[in-house]
């Protein structure tokens, strides 16, 4: 049933079309291998093969967004150091799990709203300045990046062009070889980057 609506949602956005399905976890890695989707969903607790494990298997070759109605952080933080692109709640919302794909199509990543903030804060402690060769200006966009700023949000606050904070991200997932912006802001939070001046 939760298949057939999300597929009834999908079928409603222009760019995005849906090219497999899977009842379980062994189906959607088999699947992953034969379709070579640009973007998978995944729930956490499937039959033979649970979505964390099936996660790290295709991770690797396709962008994985977790869509599931549990939001415990010992499973948000297993998917992420997974290589999920997005952890949303299956309640979040069409609009949502729309953007989640939207962004993991693009390399970018999503975590729902309400388990973002929660999150990053608790990745937040004390430590001295982080070695990591960046600067100044990949700072200040690392940092409204890891508060949650979207491309277009960072560009009018920094007065930088969208095309300009895309080059500076990129190069800060070069530098700290981050798979994406879920891993740049983890970085940011646990190295105390966020809230230092």
């Given amino acids: 049933m939760v298949r057939t609506g999300f ?18 976890g062994v189906e959607a890695v088999a699947e992953a291998h ?31 967004v977790v869509v599931t109605t549990f939001d415990q952080d010992e499973y948000v933080y297993k998917a992420l150091r997974g290589g999920a692109c997005g952890f949303i709640l299956k309640d ?21 709203p309400s388990i973002t903030v929660r999150l990053l804060r608790q990745l937040s402690r004390p430590a001295p300045p982080p070695d990591h060769r960046l600067s100044a200006r990949e700072l200040d966009v690392v940092k409204l990046a890891a508060v949650g700023n979207t491309n277009a949000e960072i560009a ?42």
Avoid: C, Y
């Fill in 7 to 24: 597929g009834l949602i999908l079928k409603r956005a222009p760019d995005i079309e849906v090219v497999a399905e899977a009842g379980d």
């Fill in 34 to 64: 034969r379709v070579r989707p640009d973007v998978a969903l995944m729930d956490i607790r499937m039959p033979k093969m649970d979505g964390l494990t099936a996660l790290e298997r295709i991770s690797s070759f396709v962008n994985v």
């Fill in 92 to 112: 979040a919302g069409p609009g949502l799990l729309v953007e989640a794909i939207r962004s993991a199509g693009t390399g970018d990543a999503l975590v729902s």
């Fill in 156 to 197: 009018a606050a920094l007065h930088l062009s969208i095309g300009t904070v895309k080059t500076h991200l990129a190069n800060v997932q070069g530098k700290l070889g981050a798979r994406n912006r879920v891993e740049i802001a983890a970085w940011a939070w646990t190295h105390g980057v966020v809230g230092r001046k």
